[in-house]
């Protein structure tokens, strides 16, 4: 599976991005990780397919919507309010079979986005 992030960029803060991550098989949970420089790679939102069940960082919870298309193997983040603090590159996962659910742990997935930067000026 390859997975194709895209939408990064720089805006002031307040402002909103929308990343997107098309993948080219099914997947079955979509995740967003972030990691800024010096610091380690950390969870943002999922989607779980099956259901539509989503799960957010705390630091994003009521920012960022995480949804998708089935229709197109894509999953878009909107992250409206952007802080400086969301600085990072953007990483959009994938796991490959069912039965490792809604997981928040990165080692957990099995598919990984080249990533996408996103800078939040102040």
């Known amino acids: 599976v390859q997975l194709q992030a895209s939408g990064g960029g720089l805006v002031q803060a307040g402002g909103s991005l929308r990343l997107s991550c098309a993948a080219s098989l099914r997947t079955f949970t979509l995740g967003w990780f972030r990691q800024a420089p010096g610091k380690e790679r950390e969870f943002v939102a999922l989607l779980l397919k099956s259901d539509g069940s989503t799960d957010y960082a705390d630091s994003v919870k009521g920012r960022f919507t995480i949804s998708g298309d089935n229709a197109k193997n894509t999953v878009y983040l909107q992250m409206n309010s952007l802080l400086p603090e969301d600085t990072a590159v953007y990483y959009c996962?994938?796991?490959?079979?069912?039965?490792?659910?809604?997981?928040?742990?990165?080692?957990?997935?099995?598919?990984w986005g080249q990533g996408t930067q996103v800078t939040v000026s102040s």
């Open positions: 996962a994938a796991t490959g079979n069912p039965f490792k659910g809604a997981t928040r742990r990165a080692s957990r997935y099995d598919y």
